[in-house]
């Protein structure tokens, strides 16, 4: 399965957390994007698989963190301390090939679904 499959997104209140996850078999980089009605899409993290190594976006600094699983070829975003402007649907996108800047879209091959988290009380 090399489209990225999310999961795990829903409604939580402020301040609250959240995991989520996406499974994939193109696990050289994994980014997570997030959207948000009528702005544009933004990095939130991401991870070189093979060096475990992470990137956060100014969203994501301080309260989020993403991580990677091998043996089940998922990656996962836990997500804390969430904030009502954190209501977005996340993106996971991945690539095979990973040489380009990790926080940037066109550097990845294949991006999932979506998935919606909204936060709100």
């Known amino acids: 399965q090399v489209q990225p499959v999310e999961s795990g997104g829903g409604l939580v209140q402020p301040g609250g957390s959240l995991r989520i996850s996406c499974t994939t078999a193109a696990r050289n980089l994994m980014g997570w994007f997030r959207q948000a009605p009528g702005k544009e899409r933004e990095f939130v993290a991401g991870?070189?698989?093979?060096?475990?190594?992470?990137w956060y976006g100014d969203p994501a600094k301080g309260r989020f963190t993403i991580s990677r699983d091998n043996a089940k070829n998922t990656g996962y975003l836990q997500m804390n301390r969430l904030l009502p402007e954190d209501t977005a649907v996340y993106y996971c996108?991945?690539?095979?090939?990973?040489?380009?800047?990790?926080?940037?879209?066109?550097?990845?091959?294949?991006w999932g679904q979506g998935t919606q988290v909204t936060v709100s009380s």
């Open positions: 996108a991945t690539t095979a090939v990973g040489d380009g800047r990790i926080e940037s879209p066109g550097t990845y091959d294949y």
């Open positions: 991870i070189r698989w093979s060096s475990d190594s992470p």
